[in-house]
């Protein structure tokens, strides 16, 4: 029921959306059973039913010490929930699911048999980067970090420079590979060793050396051919880099950045691939480009994503922006283009004027609103289980009650604990 709750937003199928693209997996804790769950929520078709669904969850639970096995397992294990999901939503599915169950479990029985990596319970999620040498990546580590000090005199990276990092409570190891080619031809060489099990791509292609497009190109082609010979599809996030913002609109670089887009898109069909223009003197670029490779790697993205636009809805929000403590963004939701790029611009620095605020004991409550013209900005502290996040509503102003939203943040916050808990 729990799960049912959580994953189910009310309007989901209400309002007669397809059945069929209702389905969402996500990593949810139990805290009450020491449990940590995989759940997939589907629908099956029932004529009597309001709305003429069942909402339905199958989960499987593991102790939460093993809940790493989940996350590195998910994928196999989300294919056999959804085509034992396909089979129960048709007809007699009260007669035969309890076959389809048991099918479902010999089978995970088998998996689990088979899984032959040692179940652990710290996750440590291994980024890397790369990307031709001078292409920027010790620089966009940097600048992420916030390390701005160490951004001149930077040398070429020999070898890999491995980081660790904190991140929702999981260790995230960022791997620094160094591009000059005896480096890269090693790392390649040993391809088991630096490319297995990776958990994100980040790659950098430094759009003003056209000269090297081609030999840019190639290098990652010839990375995504070792993660097909691995079987492994970890998402991709390819960075035009160096797109700084005196050039950013120049129209000769937009048209070529579009066809190398096209170019990597052809290549990489099999991939979950985003892309971004950063560069080092653009913060924003940056953390827009991270954070979306943090959110490729939840599991939970999409559910959480829900929520929020159901908090959009009951409090009549143009734009939801939920972010880290270092505005990393978590989740988003925007009724429009212009709202979501306001917020997500705009969260870091409302970020760091509550701090100030609170710093200097000007704010009593976890909250703090701005006032604009027709618009306003609610910015609140939401301390979960663990961790803190910050939600930032962009509301229009005639519209707005705040007395609402403060009635319902309790719900919301229920809502997201766990889906943030289990984020990564
Ligand atoms: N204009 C501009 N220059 C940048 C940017 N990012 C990095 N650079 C410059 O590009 C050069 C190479 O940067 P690095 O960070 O050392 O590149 P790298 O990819 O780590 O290189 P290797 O370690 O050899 O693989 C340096 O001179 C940086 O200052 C950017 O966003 N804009
Ligand atoms: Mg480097």
Redesign the pocket.
Known sequence: MKTISLLMGEQIYQEGQVFDSIKYFGILPFPDLCLTGLTYFFLIHDKEARGQAKASTISILVDENHAAFLYENMKDLSIYFSETADKITHDNYLKDSKEFMVELLEKVDKFVSNVNSPISNARKLKLL?T?????????????IKQRYSE??G?????GIERSQDQMLGQSLLEW?????LK?RQNFLKQADLYLFDTNLLNF?I?I?DETRYVEALEFLFQILNIFRSFKQHPPIVVNF????PDIKEDHELTKKIELLKNRILENSKDFRVKFFN?????AYSLNKSFSEGISLMSPNREILREQLKWFAQEINAQALLLINENSVILSDFSTNKVSSQVSEMSAPHFQNLFKTFSEFRLLKHNTATWQMDNDIITFYKLPLNNIDVYLLCLLRNQDTEINNINQLMPEFKNRINSLIETYL
């Not at 930077?154 to 020999?158: D, E, L, R």
């Not at 620094?176 to 000059?180: A, R, S, T």
């Open positions: 980067f990307g031709l040498d001078a292409s920027g990546k010790t620089s966009y580590l940097r600048a951004l001149t930077i040398k070429p990276t020999k620094d590979v160094g591009g000059q480096y950098l430094d003003r880099h160096k797109a700084d950063t560069s080092i003197f653009n």
